[in-house]
């Protein structure tokens, strides 16, 4: 437990910080700022009870830590730390902090003041007295990772001793040496064409044959909206993926969010400045490195034929195209079947999917495929079920199994996996937890 926390940009009041409070302290440095308030919050994976902000942060910073720290942990204490200047008072009433420590405070005065403030945390309910203990043997580290879940078959090595593990009702099986794992990535070159319908109708469809065996990135970095749709709440994002710690598969495994359908999400970054942190190459090797454990990796792009785009093509095995019926889309497809494959990028299993077919379009599946000059495998036909589906936050082809746009996802699914039941509804949670 480190129930202290300081964000700052002094590694001079970092070391004498530590000097006084020792294994208590975890650090983020304040350069992490640049990348935003929201980032630093996402860092914080502990349950810091009192966190020192500053020396050398702005006010915006200031203020944008104080708002993105107290939504995760509305129990923290808050101390800014700043020199005693003119508009300090302003800061003061505009920042919902605790309390204003100067850098300069002598060491006395600083453990006074943390001990005044952890006293008033625990009178108030706020925290434990146990909270702020020292507990020399865990050392400190500068960015803390949670205890990652255990997997069901670890968990039963936990002994009344041990530390207390949370129980997912979810395994990730084990892929057996030489099972062929596929990825697909559901490209089109215009936005708002069905990809990400299509995608998590994908990921449904297939963990019905592969139950938790599953994980659908939402590489639409900037405005990606898959666990909107499906109405979960990440706790980690790609950015957590791609990190330097989630090198350890492990700390990978606990940057996915499970669905209770069977499959697994990697939430698209929390904000678009996050989102460009993740370069095309990191997308790349995601990919790759979850094929190790995945059965199928499904990856749901951002429009057009971006540099991630690019590498997530050059990563599957399968790519599904999506157009809808308008000429400029259309036509904008088959400039992207000629581009890929002059730049030997098609995947090897391609599937074009025509959607929000209608008939009133004035264009027959012949006219499209004149235009696309490529066959049309699948037509997703115009359903207001689709929009019900994603506003009631359920996959569509459990939503409304008889709707004929959810039967064409199912087709969909059949064509990477053929042994998929054209009609199942299993229970995947069932399967998986046997
Ligand atoms: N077959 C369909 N019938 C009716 N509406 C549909 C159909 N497919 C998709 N839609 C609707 O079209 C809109 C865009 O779909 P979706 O978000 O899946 O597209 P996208 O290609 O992922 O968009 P973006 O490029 O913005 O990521 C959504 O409101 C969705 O509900
Ligand atoms: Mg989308």
């Known amino acids: 437990m480190t129930p202290l926390l300081l964000v700052s940009r002094s590694a001079e009041y970092e070391t004498r910080l530590r000097a006084l409070v020792g294994e208590r302290l ?13 980032f630093v919050a996402s860092r914080v994976t502990g349950e810091p009870r009192i966190a020192l902000l500053g020396p050398v942060l702005s006010y915006e910073e200031t ?44 060491d006395r005065a600083t453990l006074a003041l943390l001990d005044r403030l952890a006293d008033w945390l625990i009178a108030n309910g706020r925290a434990g007295a146990r909270d702020f203990t020292v507990q020399p043997a865990i050392a400190p580290v500068p960015l803390e ?24 009702g979810w395994v990730f099986p084990p892929l057996e040496a030489g099972t062929p794992t596929e990825a697909i990535a559901v490209v089109a070159p215009k936005g708002g064409q069905g990809k990400t319908t299509i995608a998590i109708n994908l990921a449904t469809g297939l963990a019905e044959v592969a139950p938790n065996s599953v994980v659908l990135i939402d590489a639409d970095l900037q405005f990606g909206d898959i666990t909107i749709a499906l109405a979960l709440t990440p706790e980690r994002t790609i950015v957590d993926a791609v990190a330097e710690a989630a090198d350890d598969e492990i700390v990978l495994k606990t940057a996915l969010t499970h669905h209770s359908d069977g499959f697994f999400v990697v939430a698209s970054a929390p904000s678009p400045e996050l989102g460009d942190l993740v370069s095309p190459v990191a997308l790349g090797r995601l990919i790759d490195r979850l094929r190790a454990t995945f059965r199928y990796v499904i ?58 077919t209608d008939k009133l379009s004035g264009l027959t599946i012949k006219d499209v495929e004149n235009i696309l000059g490529a066959p049309v495998d699948v037509d997703v036909p115009k359903s207001s079920a689709v929009l019900l589906s994603s506003n009631r936050g359920v996959p569509l082809i459990h939503d409304d199994v008889r709707d004929p746009a959810a039967k064409a996802m199912r087709s969909i699914v059949l064509r990477i996996a053929p042994e998929a039941s054209p009609t199942a509804n299993q229970d995947p949670e069932k399967a998986a937890i046997e």
């Open 26 to 38: 975890a650090v983020i440095d304040g350069e992490f700022l640049t990348f935003g308030s929201q």
């Open 63 to 106: 203020k944008g830590l104080v708002d993105a720290l107290t939504v995760r942990h509305p129990n923290l204490g808050l101390i800014v730390v700043q020199e005693q200047r003119s508009d300090l008072e302003d800061w003061a009433d505009d920042i919902d902090m605790h309390a204003v420590l100067s850098p300069d405070a002598s």
């Open 145 to 168: 990772i949670d205890p990652p879940l255990v997997d069901l078959a670890d968990a039963s090595v936990d002994s009344a001793a041990g530390p207390v593990v949370a129980e997912p």
């Open 299 to 356: 990856v749901d792009t951002t429009p057009g034929m971006g540099e991630h785009s690019l590498v997530a093509l050059e990563h599957v095995t399968d790519a599904v195209f999506v157009s809808n019926m308008g000429v400029p889309s259309l036509r904008a497809m088959r400039t992207e079947f000629e581009l890929l494959t002059t730049l030997g990028l098609m995947p090897g299993n391609r599937h074009v999917v025509v959607n929000q």
